[in-house]
């Protein structure tokens, strides 16, 4: 199956600082990568669609200035969390399709964000 | 509007014995229906799939799916249980028009019982 990378899986920041997870397809090209957000025991939630070359499209309540989303390639997509608070401690997991003509979703390793 | 439910929020089983997660979906049209597995701290793994055709899915690790459409349902089952199933299982629809994103149910946390 396809591989898409994630990194870091594990980071640990202080309150104030950004912090920037890579989410990278080893095999395939992407034109749109998918950001989630999963609280503990609960579902994953979007946060934003990534489009290669335009700018991303936010969930509504999903502060854009916080959660700058970079997708400069067509195998990578960045999600940057700046200043970031303790409230924002949380797994954040990246996801695309390999083509129009793929139906199944290939998701991240995951990260796990805590800032203190 | 597209929703999926798992009314479950944990399921336990002994090994050896079939199990069931269920999960019912809202979607307009026809809909493609996911569920995928999660381990502690890692990404989501695919299990299987329904888009179109047999409503029997067959899948990894020796799941199987069930896609009702008068039930709007679309249960996981597997007939005998393995310890190393115990995980998050989440169900998922994309619709087909629209945009590409899943929208995921709450998740069932399988425990499977040596």
């Known amino acids: 199956g396809a591989v898409v990378s994630q990194h870091p899986s594990r980071v640990i920041c202080k309150s104030g600082t950004s912090v920037k997870i890579e989410c990278r397809s080893l095999?395939?090209?992407?034109?749109?990568m998918f950001w989630y957000r999963q609280f503990p025991k609960k579902s994953l939630m979007l946060m934003a669609t990534s489009n290669e070359g335009s700018k991303a499209t936010y969930e509504q309540g999903v502060e854009k200035d916080k959660f700058l989303i970079n997708h400069a390639s067509l195998t990578l997509s960045t999600l940057t969390v700046t200043s970031a608070h303790p409230e924002d401690s949380s797994f954040y997991i990246c996801?695309?399709?390999?083509?129009?003509?793929?139906?199944?979703?290939?998701f991240g390793q995951g990260t796990r964000l805590t800032v203190v | 509007a597209q929703s999926v439910a798992q009314p479950e929020d944990q399921v336990n089983v002994a090994e050896g014995n079939p199990l069931t997660v269920k999960c019912t979906y809202s979607?307009?049209?026809?809909?493609?229906l996911f569920w995928y597995v999660q381990y502690p701290n890692r990404g989501l793994q695919f299990l299987l799939k329904y888009i179109t055709g047999d409503n029997l899915v067959k899948g990894s690790y020796g799941f199987e799916a069930e896609f009702n459409k008068s039930q709007t349902s679309f249960h996981l089952k597997k007939p005998s249980a393995l310890v190393s199933d115990s995980a998050l299982y989440f169900c998922a629809v994309r619709g087909q028009t629209g945009a590409n994103n899943l929208f995921f149910g709450t998740g069932t946390r399988l425990t499977v019982i040596p």
């Open positions: 095999d395939f090209q992407a034109t749109t």
């Open positions: 979607v307009s049209g026809n809909p493609y």
């Open positions: 996801s695309m399709y390999r083509g129009l003509v793929d139906t199944e979703a290939f």
